[in-house]
């Protein structure tokens, strides 16, 4: 069978360079880690998990738990600005 598929970028636009938000961390050690949760269904177990495994094995400090009210729109400026002034890094997820 042949024929023709379309393949979609699903990335959004940045306004930033990216290269100019990617910095690296020598080591977790003493970190604040932030995760923003989306609200489907199971990331809440996940990030629960990751965020014990990263305190126990890794040193991190603290985790920083958000949550966007839905899962369909971006999370709002104030809570960007709380996770990017308050952590060293931030995981966001999806789930299902």
């Known amino acids: 069978m042949t024929g023709t598929g379309r393949v ?7 306004e930033n360079d990216p290269r ?22 199971n990331f809440n177990h996940l990030m629960d998990d990751v ?4 305190v126990s094995k890794y040193g991190v400090r603290s985790v920083l738990k958000r949550a966007k009210r ?6 709002p400026e104030p809570l960007v600005n709380e996770l990017s002034e308050e952590c060293d890094l931030v995981i966001t997820g999806s789930g299902d």
């Open 8 to 14: 979609y970028d699903p990335t959004a636009p940045c």
């Open 20 to 41: 100019e938000l990617h910095r690296t961390l020598d080591t977790l050690k003493g970190k604040v880690v932030g995760f923003l949760d989306n609200t489907k269904p």
């Open 51 to 54: 965020a014990e495994l990263l």
């Open 70 to 75: 839905v899962s369909s729109i971006p999370a």
